[in-house]
């Protein structure tokens, strides 16, 4: 036993060569979270700018609108028209918020944003931290494989190719860190007479507007949210839109019935029973219709054609494991760790809790507990889901499954804190209304309680003037890059308000 005089030694952190694949939310968050503990950086990223999913891309994977092959070409996977379904005031980074750019050209300031909205604050959080130094763009990950030769500690051959110039190269790295997503690789499914469907079939995946859907009849496979949100889309120019569920009874939530009551041109059927050459698909219940197109919004797989582990993780129906704490693979770790790989959390607050656990481990800061113990809790979180009937596929579905865990997890593992309890009011009060009324929630944002109400004069009261520092500091390149990118959002809002006068 020490005496009382006895101080700790200081703690020796190591600095590791890091290299981070994907620039999307996960990828910049863990980001910072690995600079912000000293490690050297890098931020491998195919597209040519930072955003991921909210980089909006008006191509598509023309050549495979199903998005059968892996990996896609196009990454992204947002449609045009789409506003946010979290509130923005709790989709911040937790020391640079999401405000609202009141009377700022080509921004969006309300609650529900159009997506460009989250591009534009993603770009200002990598100025107003210095991140985009560490990003390579246009810079394809085509494998992470162990470096050879094996040395005591394992590190990492990165093999990449710039999308310019073709250039490739393979570099060491002593960590990496995948962030990748996982929504770009579309789970399509298996239904009779696919094959032979000869008129159009897409992924939602590959669905950007409704104007090449015009006079047309469009089946929809599946309707979650981004089902029920697409349709209302297409339904501007299409002729008839059906959507189609395993359970009618189910899916006739609020929202459906008075999505169906208001628009006469969407229909509600049962599912697909097969599709016919001539264009005739037959539902379950043997009433049929002749479409034009067939669209599945039906999910996404995640897909990590890069990554050589010899086994020791896989992907087996949307489980990718295993993943201690949906992170670590336990004999890999820490040196491989995944960011993003859990579904229906707030994002990036959970996304920056994993990155600085990551950050922390591998800076020495933090241990983790022995392989077998990591395998254990995994297999026990398999197990506990297995009893309480949660399919296999929704093994990283941790927002609606364990939400305590969720919120706990930063706090766990890295002191992290823990989101608000009026932001999580306001997340579960979006969920409320986007099951009561998916047309009209994002707009009806005058019924917050007073926890809420409070926690946004804090809000504001905090993040204001934080940002306002920030913005005295962007440079003038960022302006020139921020108002290019206003003319394109201007182009668009008016394209879509075209469209909704039609
Ligand atoms: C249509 C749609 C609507 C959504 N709406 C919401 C919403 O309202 N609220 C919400 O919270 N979430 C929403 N999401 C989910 C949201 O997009 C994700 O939670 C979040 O953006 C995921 O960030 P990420 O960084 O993990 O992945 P991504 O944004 O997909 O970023 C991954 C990045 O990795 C890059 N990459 C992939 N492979 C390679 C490689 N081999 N080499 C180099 N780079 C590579 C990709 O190009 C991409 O930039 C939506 C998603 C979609 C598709």
Redesign the pocket.
């Known amino acids: 036993m020490g005496s009382a005089g006895d101080t700790e030694p200081p703690l020796q952190l190591q600095s590791k060569n890091v290299c981070v694949?994907?620039?999307?939310?996960?990828?910049?968050a863990a980001a910072r979270e690995l600079q912000r503990e000293g490690h050297a950086v890098t931020v491998?990223?195919?597209?040519a700018d930072?955003?991921?999913?909210?980089?909006y891309d008006p191509g598509t994977d023309g050549e495979d609108p199903l998005g059968a092959t892996e990996?896609v070409r196009v990454?992204g996977?947002?449609?045009a028209c789409?506003?946010?379904?979290?509130p923005r005031e709790a989709?911040g980074f937790s020391d640079f918020q999401f405000l609202p750019r009141h009377g700022v050209a080509g921004r969006d300031p309300r609650r529900y944003p159009v997506?460009r909205e989250m591009y534009c604050y993603l770009r200002e959080f990598c100025d107003a931290f210095g991140l985009l130094d560490a990003v390579r763009l246009n810079?394809?990950?085509?494998r992470v494989a162990p470096a050879m030769p094996a040395s005591s500690t394992r590190q990492w051959a990165v093999r990449?190719v710039h999308l310019g110039d073709r250039n490739e190269k393979e570099e060491v790295f002593d960590a990496v860190a995948v962030?990748?997503?996982?929504?770009?690789q579309p789970k399509l499914p298996s239904i009779k007479g696919m094959a032979e469907w000869r008129r159009r079939q897409l992924h939602?995946h590959s669905y950007r507007t409704p104007e090449p859907f015009r006079g047309e009849v469009v089946v929809m496979v599946g309707c979650g949210d981004?089902g029920k949100d697409i349709a209302l889309d297409v339904r501007r120019a299409a002729k008839e839109v059906y959507l189609t569920a395993k359970s009618t009874e189910e899916a006739m939530t609020p929202a459906m019935s008075k999505m169906l009551a208001k628009h006469a041109n969407l229909h509600l059927r049962p599912q697909i029973d097969q599709l016919h050459a001539d264009g005739r698909v037959v539902f379950s219940d043997g009433s049929s219709v002749v479409a034009d197109t067939v669209m599945y919004c039906t999910v996404?797989t995640y897909s990590f054609?890069?990554l050589e582990t010899c086994g020791a993780v896989t992907i087996d129906d949307n489980r990718v494991g295993p993943l201690f704490e949906h992170v670590f693979p336990p004999s890999l770790a820490p040196s491989l760790s995944f960011?993003?790989i859990p579904r229906k959390v707030?994002?990036p607050w959970f996304?920056e809790a994993q990155g600085r656990w990551v950050a922390q481990v591998l800076s020495g800061r933090r241990a983790l507990p022995p392989e077998e113990k990591m395998l254990r809790s995994v297999e026990e979180h398999y197990r506990a889901r297995d009893a309480a009937g949660v399919p296999k596929r929704y093994t990283h579905d941790i927002g609606g499954v364990e939400p305590l865990k969720m919120y706990e997890f930063g706090e766990k593992y890295c002191d992290f804190r823990r989101i608000e309890d009026w932001q999580r009011e306001l997340i579960l009060s979006g969920i409320a209304g986007m099951s009561q009324d998916m047309e009209n929630f994002r707009d009806r944002t005058d019924d917050d309680s007073e926890n809420v109400r409070k926690g946004l004069q804090r809000w504001y009261g905090l993040a204001a003037p934080a940002q306002a520092q920030h913005d005295q500091t962007v440079s003038t390149k960022d302006h020139i890059h921020m108002a290019a990118a206003e003319v394109e959002v201007d182009v668009e809002v008016q394209a879509m308000a075209e469209l909704l006068v039609n």
Do not use: D, K, N
């Not at 789409?82 to 979290?86: A, K, P």
């Not at 810079?139 to 085509?142: N, S």
């Not at 962030?179 to 770009?184: C, D, E, F, L, V």
């Open positions: 694949v994907g620039a999307g939310m996960a990828g910049m491998m990223e195919q597209s930072v955003g991921g999913q909210w980089l990996p990454p996977s947002m449609y789409l506003r946010l379904i979290s989709m997506h810079t394809r990950v085509l990449s962030a990748t997503g996982h929504y770009s939602s981004s996404y054609p890069f960011i993003g707030p994002i996304f």
